[in-house]
């Protein structure tokens, strides 16, 4: 009897390691989408009014992790290296698309002559434009910064700049198709230090500058978001983005939504009347009506046509039969805040509002923030990028970072400080500013609401450390998963080794993986 037990346990067991085996060699295909913006709440107050949705259908099949977190600082940046890299500021070296870093110099200074120290900018204003202020969807390399190369002072490009590797590289490196489109051509970086990562990366850009800004509407951004989902669509279909042949659809593709970002901010939809296709919500307010997440029109326009999108892909992948064989990802890089338009509070920028303070010009510590926040073109200034958090690279060390935080301390109430991060403090999450070039000296997160500028364009904002900036939604489904909601506490970077690990391959090829200790999400068959 007892033999006749162990031998039914072993067959068992070996019937569940089958399958899991089988669990684990199902996946061909990641499908990872990032709704810039979306809170875990609103993928709970949506899939709730909205059964037969795509949401819905995707965790149907799928879990839901609805306590996950962005690591460290929430811009887009950090939040997408977050989910393809497993790591976060600690090992990618990225804080913001405008940050500093002390060993580069500006783009004018093509012989890197004098004090290294400046701003590192990768967003819409590197671009290449023609005449008519359209972008041209690539890199003009004489607007990037410049740094020395085994001697000579060179371009600093996006991909240079990431320290560590992305899934994309591991995927490509062990045979695989690899795609990504995104919102600007500074996305260059998703290819990683190799530079080749992405073989199809699409990039139409969103912010002209001096040209139309589809950010000012909720229905231009969508059609800026429409782009990029007719190239997933070619893609599962095995072309290129362009549609042009193609070698199958990619092992690891996907890209970013920004319509449920922009109704999230908007003040005014289409406050200019500059998107002439928007004849339905110009004027009206975007956001939320309340602090239970209820949307307006404006915000409920951009979840409804990103979820239409998303409907789309899944009926591309299930005529294409590969649906079975893919596991769809739906996150978010960053969320916004707040939630709650009562708490919005915009009381100017940062530096502003400390030179404004009765010793705001004579106070060291004040004026250091001051020199900071008024970057000169060229040399060592130091910076400050300021949204929902204030992130300050001092000038010199004539006046401490400890000084300064005490400084910011004394004067919290005046300046809206939740928090200061300086110093010990600020070393027990990032690296030591005094050995890493790129971490800011201080971190300010502002009281919840707080939004450090003067515009009226937008009511809402991310980049800090938040719970409305850094818990996001999440939903990992494939057919052969059953519902599951999962409180866990985890981080969006446990999305990128769960990718290589759905795909048989090891995690611990991502370099941010190995350095920071990254787990695969729980609950998951791979």
Not at 227 to 239: M, P, R, S, T, Y
Not at 337 to 365: C, E, M, R
Not at 415 to 421: D, P, Q, S
Request: glycine share 8%; aromatic share 6%; with cysteine.
């Amino acid at each position: 009897m007892n033999a006749r037990r162990i031998f039914l346990l072993l067959a068992v067991s070996t019937l569940l390691l089958a399958s899991v085996a089988q669990a684990e060699t199902n996946i061909k295909h990641v499908l990872l989408i990032s709704v810039d913006g979306l809170h875990a709440l609103d993928v709970s107050n949506y899939v709730a009014a909205h059964p037969n949705s795509a949401l819905a259908e995707l965790s149907k099949h799928g879990v839901t992790f609805s306590n996950a977190r962005t690591p460290a600082n929430s811009d887009s940046f950090p939040g997408l290296m977050a989910l393809v890299t497993g790591g976060s500021p600690v090992t990618t070296g990225l804080f913001y698309d405008v940050s500093y870093d002390r060993t580069i110099f500006d783009p004018t200074n093509t012989t890197c002559s004098g004090g290294a120290g400046n701003m590192m900018v990768f967003d819409e204003s590197i671009d290449r434009y023609n005449a008519q202020n359209v972008s041209l969807n690539v890199i003009d390399p004489a607007k990037l910064p410049r740094h020395l190369e085994s001697g000579a002072c060179l371009p600093l490009w996006p991909h240079q700049a990431i320290r560590t590797n992305t899934i994309f590289e591991v995927v490509k490196a062990a045979g695989g198709h690899t795609a990504w489109a995104d919102k600007h051509p500074a996305y260059d970086w998703v290819n990683g230090p190799s530079g080749t990562g992405v073989d199809d990366l699409y990039t139409p850009e969103i912010t002209n500058v001096n040209g139309l800004d589809a950010t000012v509407s909720v229905v231009c951004t969508v059609k800026n978001d429409q782009l990029k989902v007719a190239a997933i669509l070619n893609e599962i279909h095995g072309f290129n983005h362009n549609g042009t042949p193609g070698p199958g659809t990619p092992a690891v593709f996907g890209m970013n939504f920004q319509a449920v970002s922009v109704g999230q901010k908007l003040a005014k939809d289409n406050f200019d009347g500059s998107c002439a296709d928007d004849t339905s919500f110009t004027g009206q307010a975007g956001g939320y009506l309340d602090g239970a997440g209820t949307p307006t029109k404006v915000l409920q326009y951009g979840l409804e046509k990103t979820d239409q999108a998303l409907a789309s892909m899944i009926a591309a992948l299930k005529s294409q039969g590969i649906y079975e064989s893919t596991l769809f990802i739906v996150s978010a890089k960053h969320g916004q805040s707040p939630i709650n338009p009562l708490k919005v509070n915009k009381p100017g920028h940062f530096a502003d509002l400390v030179a404004a303070l009765p010793d705001g010009t004579t106070n060291p510590a004040a004026i250091a923030i001051n020199n900071a926040g008024n970057n000169c073109p060229t040399g060592p200034c130091g910076a400050i990028s300021d949204d929902d958090v204030a992130l300050i690279w001092l000038q010199g060390q004539d006046v401490t970072a400890a000084q300064v935080a005490a400084y910011l301390n004394a004067n919290a109430n005046a300046l809206f400080i939740e928090e200061v991060m300086g110093g010990n403090e600020l070393k027990l999450k990032f690296n030591d500013p005094a050995h890493d070039s790129r971490t800011p000296d201080v971190i300010v997160q502002p009281i919840y609401g707080t939004i450090y500028t003067t515009s009226s364009k937008k009511n809402a904002e991310h980049g800090g450390f938040s719970y409305g900036d850094t818990n996001v939604g999440l939903i990992v489904s494939n057919p052969t998963l059953q519902a599951t909601t999962l409180k866990t506490p985890v981080a969006t970077s446990q999305v990128a080794p769960t990718i290589l690990g759905a795909l048989g391959l090891n995690p611990k090829n991502l370099k941010s993986v190995q350095v920071e200790k990254t787990e695969k999400l729980p609950g998951l068959p791979f």
